[in-house]
């Protein structure tokens, strides 16, 4: 940790549980069910590379020592982590790449991926990743309080293509209920129903109702996905067009 921060490879390593660790020293080729590990999870392993004697490796987080010193023995409780040294990235820099140096540590995590099945998979011509098309126009990016409200599925879903189609330059639509019905692959009835749960939630607000035309039609973003007592809800739902 540098500056009070954690570094990337800290922080990857931190997401890492004992059964990935595991993993991971079964491919680096240390026998660690060989060995008998102390309370805190270490074993000590002779022959690693980097060192001339013998090495302390945790099976539980990965990290490593110069010095088997950790656990406890006839009731006395050694500090753990007396002489630590790295986590389970340097562990695989030190074991696989027999380097020490920085700037290898993303091929020790690219390899703690590929070991986990943690890599992305191949895509098909024309596909691509989500985030490498976030800034496009055709992208609508959903808040978290809309995902974690109480809202039905139906709800969340019309709620996004309300969204889209508001557009970046406009905080409302006109879309109707066969028009939402379309974009959302539902039937009228349902969207009819989504619109009436998000008005009566209050994640829509509506201007200019009556008529043959459509309201204006905002979709809000709520500070708090707060639990909506839908049963009170009930009484407030009505048809608008």
């Known amino acids: 940790m540098r500056n009070g921060k954690a570094s990337h490879a800290e922080n990857f390593s931190a997401k890492l549980r004992p059964q990935h660790v595991q993993k991971v020293l079964d491919a680096l080729g240390i026998a660690w069910r060989d060995h008998e590990p102390t309370e805190a999870g270490w074993i000590a392993v002779e022959g690693m590379p980097g060192s001339e004697s013998t090495l302390g490796v945790n099976i539980k987080h990965g990290g490593y020592c110069d010095h088997y ?19 389970i990235v340097e562990l695989v820099r030190l ?6 140096l920085p700037e290898d540590t993303s091929r020790a995590i690219d390899y703690i991926k590929e070991v986990l099945g943690w890599t992305a998979p191949e895509l098909e011509a024309g596909d691509r990743f989500l985030n490498d098309g976030l800034q496009d126009s055709q992208y609508t990016r959903v808040p978290v309080t809309v995902w974690q409200s109480d809202l039905s599925a139906s709800a969340k879903v019309a709620w996004t293509a309300l969204a889209h189609r508001c557009g970046p330059d406009r905080n409302y639509t006109w879309i109707g209920f066969d028009g939402l019905a379309r974009d959302t692959s539902t039937s009228r009835s349902t969207a009819i129903r989504a619109i009436q749960e998000l008005r009566a939630t209050g994640w829509l607000a509506e201007v200019g109702m009556g008529g043959n035309r459509a309201p204006r039609r905002y979709p809000l973003i709520k500070k708090e996905a707060g639990k909506e007592n839908k049963e009170n809800k009930k009484s407030q739902l009505r048809v608008s067009d």
């Open 69 to 87: 010193m950790h656990g406890t023995t006839k009731g006395k409780s050694y500090r753990d982590e007396l002489s630590f040294h790295g986590d």
């Open 95 to 100: 074991v696989k790449f027999e380097s020490l």
